[in-house]
């Protein structure tokens, strides 16, 4: 007889363990909800019952891709983002909780009827706000082709496409603005760090969507340069950053004729977030 769901689950978190892997019980149970296809009420109603041959096969599947470290999201194919599942693919930058915050505080200030996204990845951040704020018109660029089909794609699901105009390009080549929001989540670890980054980051996400092959700050520097140009008079540029590049980030958009509103922290307290306007 088949294994129980709860069996396989509990002989698969002793290998994710093995293999390094953090959280392994809450990724067990998620992968198991993914083989089975269904919420969490219903795998709480069914651990006890023999797992179906092919949902077996492909839970185990996944666990062993996940024993190798693969990213959750590269396994199923979707990440949750501000309530709202993105597709995932090894093209871009997986979104993160912590982006959540650029998300919260441009909601807390209103909606902007015209937005720009600086190196849209999955479109995370640009559709999430188009989802927010439906008289919102918004714009994308993003350097690759193959992120920038994932985006569209995200689009299309979240039925925001007909609002988004998504672009292949290299920030603000051939954009006309102003622009009322422009937002960003650019590549900014330095070169230097990225040995020391997770097996799952490292090894499995896109190296341009992570670095500048720098010291992180290019990116900036570049959109520090064309925002004063691309923002109306009363519009805001927000940006992530990362450890320890606040005061950097700010120098930069100040040098750039950008008046530093506030520096906005994470649900750990880390500067996060650092808002401008013209």
């Not at 650019?186 to 500048?212: K, M, Q």
């Not at 120098?251 to 906005?264: D, F, N, R, T, Y």
Request: glycine residues 8%.
């Amino acid at each position: 007889m088949s294994e129980t769901a709860e069996a396989l689950i509990r002989r698969s978190v002793r290998d994710l363990e093995a293999s390094g892997v953090e959280n392994a019980q809450r990724d067990a149970r998620l992968l198991m909800r993914w083989a089975l296809d269904v919420d969490g009420a219903a795998l709480a109603a069914r651990l006890a019952e023999p797992v179906p041959d092919d949902a077996r096969k492909r839970f185990l599947e996944a666990i062993a891709r996940r024993s190798a470290r693969e990213p959750l999201s590269h396994i199923t194919g979707c990440r949750e983002f501000w309530r709202r599942p993105f597709r995932v693919t090894r093209d871009v930058l997986d979104p993160r909780p912590e982006t959540e915050t650029l998300i919260a505080e441009a909601l807390h200030r209103g909606p902007q009827p015209r937005i720009l996204d600086l190196g849209l990845g999955t479109g995370c951040i640009l559709l999430t706000l188009l989802a927010e704020w439906p008289n919102a018109q918004g714009t994308g660029v993003e350097i690759s082709e193959a992120a920038l089909a994932v985006a569209r794609t995200n689009a299309q699901d979240l039925g925001v496409d007909g609002r988004a105009d998504l672009r292949l390009g290299n920030w603000y080549d051939g954009i006309n603005g102003p622009f009322d929001l422009i937002v960003s989540n650019p590549p900014y670890i330095a070169a230097d760090e990225i040995e020391g980054l997770s097996v799952e980051v490292r090894d499995f996400e896109p190296i341009e969507a992570l670095t500048d092959g720098s010291d992180g700050l290019d990116a900036y520097s570049a959109i520090a340069q064309g925002a004063r140009n691309m923002l109306t008079e009363s519009g805001t540029l927000m940006v992530e950053i990362g450890a320890g590049q606040s005061h950097a980030v700010a120098g930069l958009l100040a040098s750039a004729g950008l008046l530093v509103q506030a520096i906005i922290p994470d649900l750990d307290q880390r500067p996060r977030v650092i808002i401008a306007r013209p």
